[in-house]
């Protein structure tokens, strides 16, 4: 409990969520994007239950060469930091796929400013894990 009493869990599908259109101000996805199949099924569920001026904040992984020689060769095959067969490189999403999914959806990326996490901008700029704060147009 943790002193946390007014937490909910559901389980769901991402493609088909169980709550009603404009539920929430703002939606967070961490670690997920990389591992769907159906990435605009989930977007049409994300504009769904966001109410307008919502937030979609997120991170996935940027796919380049160098995001398989970390993420998959390194960090899955290598050091065994995830299990094998976790990610997939084909499955990582590039900039300019999510800006098109985004304009599909009108989803505004100018709001914001799209933001990379790295522990060494120069060194991870091709590899940098996304991390943006969407405003939903309506």
């Known amino acids: 409990n943790k002193g946390l009493n007014n ?4 389980v769901g599908s991402v493609y088909s969520l169980p709550f009603a259109d404009d539920a929430f101000d703002v939606v967070i996805c961490s670690d997920v994007l990389e591992h769907l199949e159906d990435l605009r099924g989930f977007f049409r569920e994300v504009n769904r239950v966001l109410k ?3 937030v979609f904040v997120f991170d996935t ?3 380049t060469w160098w995001s398989w020689l970390v993420a998959i060769r390194i960090a899955q095959d290598i050091f065994k930091y995830v299990p094998q067969n976790t990610h997939d490189w084909r499955m990582f999403i590039t900039e300019n796929e999510m800006i098109s999914i985004f304009k599909e959806f009108r989803m505004n990326t100018e709001i914001e ?3 990379g996490i790295s522990p060494g901008e120069k060194l991870y700029n091709n590899m940098r894990l996304f991390f943006f704060q969407i405003h939903v147009l309506t």
């Open 113 to 115: 400013k799209w933001r």
């Open 7 to 10: 937490v909910e869990y559901v």
């Open 52 to 54: 307008r001026d919502g």
């Open 61 to 63: 992984i940027n796919r």
